[in-house]
């Protein structure tokens, strides 16, 4: 920017306004330092949930086939809520949860039992497709150690009528199952 001064007058505004304005050599500054947290608690989630404690609700459902009123073994797999053949439990990494198969609402003499009304058959749940090993009422699963790939927990059950014929209904259960880690 060019300035031209003209008289005494002009060069003492001059002056004045270059004295008003701030110099470099009094310019300065400071610092200072923002702290910014985060407490994460160690967690599982079930089936792509976010629900992390507390009532996870129904993890899944095993469906046997209609049967007529006497029957042999009968199948059938567990289906997550979500889909899948297994439940999917997702943890912190570096942690070892384990899953309780607990009871059912109608067990008895420690079996579990499918109930309609009064009526019962007994049915049993186990953690591999070839049905050789049971998961008994209680029965704690060790899932190992967690990494940020979620455990697949597959159940499998079977029913079987035992020879007696049983009379037409509805039979049904509901088994507790606990998370823990």
């Avoid at 007529?68 to 979500?82: E, H, L, Q, W």
């Avoid at 384990?98 to 009304?117: E, F, K, P, Y």
């Avoid at 029913?159 to 014929?165: L, T």
């Amino acid at each position: 920017m060019r300035c031209v001064l003209f008289n005494k007058a002009g060069l003492l505004v001059v002056g004045f306004a270059t004295a008003l304005l701030p110099s470099s050599a009094m310019a300065g500054s400071s610092n200072g330092t923002i702290g910014v947290s985060l407490n994460v608690s160690d967690a599982c989630a079930v089936n792509g949930g976010s629900t992390t404690s507390g009532a996870l609700g129904q993890l899944g459902a095993i469906a046997f086939a209609d049967q007529p009123g006497i029957f042999g073994n009968v199948d059938a797999t567990m289906v997550a809520t979500g889909g899948g053949g297994g439940i999917a439990v997702l943890c912190s990494p570096g942690l070892t949860p384990s899953m309780t198969i607990g009871a059912g609402a109608n067990d008895a003499s420690s079996v579990r039992h499918l109930a309609s009304g009064s009526n019962q058959v007994a049915y049993r749940l186990y953690s591999d497709s070839g049905r050789t090993n049971e998961i008994t009422i209680g029965q704690q699963l060790s899932l190992g150690t967690a990494t940020t790939t979620p455990f697949s927990v597959p159940i499998y059950a079977r029913v079987n009528s035992g020879g007696a014929v049983l009379p037409g209904g509805a039979y049904t259960d509901t088994v507790q199952v606990t998370l823990s880690w």
